[in-house]
């Protein structure tokens, strides 16, 4: 699983489904309270259909969606697909921005989530900030390693660290081999 938190801004939707990109609609959002955001919330926990968006790393004939897009190609949107919402809380809401903690399977996409909770809540919203605080056994808090703390010596404890929480995870893992179409697996 991984973790997010996520700054979304009420009334503004854009062509990336973030901050980076242009405005394509403005919608007015002083009808939402807290509590139509935390009851919407409910309806993208567990397992839900989301559609990707455009600007992502989903490929189209070998080549990022992202890319195409930035070259200006037509890009079709991709066909909404199971995903799993462990658990979505908001953690603060001042209009227009509202904060949400989301801890999620693989394939799922804050940015989509931000946008269909402001369709759900008869208005629009995009992405303002993403820090990602967990990965698989990784904290953001717990195993970041801080810039007073980049030395070698620091490093190569962090590294030991981080080598034994891999193996300790219990996963199978797919390496990709030299050879199209062959995969070996790796049990750990």
């Given at each position: 699983s991984q973790k997010y938190t996520a700054i979304g801004m009420l009334g503004k939707a854009t062509d990336t489904l973030d901050a980076t990109g242009k405005v394509t609609e403005e919608k007015p959002y002083d009808q939402v309270t807290k509590g139509d955001l935390e009851n919407v919330l409910q309806k993208f926990t567990g397992d839900i259909m989301q559609v990707p968006p455009l600007y992502s790393a989903l490929k189209k004939d070998g080549e990022r969606l992202s890319t195409l897009m930035k070259r200006g190609e037509?890009?079709?949107a991709k066909p909404a697909r199971p995903v799993r919402v462990y658990s979505l809380s908001l953690q603060q809401f001042q209009?227009?921005?509202f904060t949400?903690?989301?801890e999620c399977g693989?394939?799922?996409y804050v940015r989509s989530l931000v946008n269909d909770i402001g369709k759900e809540l008869?208005?629009?919203a995009?992405?303002?900030e993403l820090t990602r605080t967990k990965q698989g056994p990784f904290t953001l808090e717990e195993h970041a390693l801080h810039e007073d703390k980049w030395t070698i010596d620091e490093i190569a404890?962090?590294?030991?660290?981080c080598t034994a929480l891999l193996l300790a995870e219990p996963a199978r893992k797919k390496l990709k081999t030299e050879h199209p179409g062959e995969?070996?697996?790796i049990c750990e």
């Open positions: 037509a890009v079709e209009p227009p921005l949400l903690d989301v693989g394939g799922f008869s208005t629009c995009t992405v303002q404890r962090s590294l030991e660290h995969t070996a697996e």
